[in-house]
């Protein structure tokens, strides 16, 4: 059986979720939920969102087009924006050409030894 988003109380349903308590709070299924914003007629978002989930890992993170395109209930529109939003947080978390210069660029300030 299906569960949808309107079956999950209101404070547990992804988008609430980051609303109230920050994108932090949130599983790696229920930020690529929020992502899909909906499911399909034969599969929920969370069910969606596992699948691909799946692909990602399996893929070391660098699941393309294709590969999502697979799975089912994942079109052409889906498919280019998990591809595109996983390049987007590459890019933000190895910029290429990024150098460390300092210590505390490795390890936070608030890190004691």
Request: aromatic fraction near 2%.
């Amino acid at each position: 059986m299906k569960k949808r988003i309107s079956d999950i109380p209101k404070s547990d349903r992804p988008r609430e979720k980051l609303q109230q308590k920050g994108a932090a709070a949130l599983s790696d299924l229920e930020l690529l939920a929020v992502l899909l914003g909906s499911g399909t007629k034969k599969h929920d978002v969370m069910t969606l969102a596992n699948n691909i989930l799946k692909v990602i890992d399996q893929s070391g993170g660098t699941a393309d087009v294709n590969a999502l395109q697979q799975i089912e209930g994942v079109g052409s529109a889906k498919a280019a924006l998990i591809t595109a939003a996983l390049e987007f947080a590459r890019r933000r978390i190895r910029p290429e050409g990024t150098k460390i210069s300092s210590p505390a660029e490795v390890l936070p300030s608030t890190f004691v030894i």
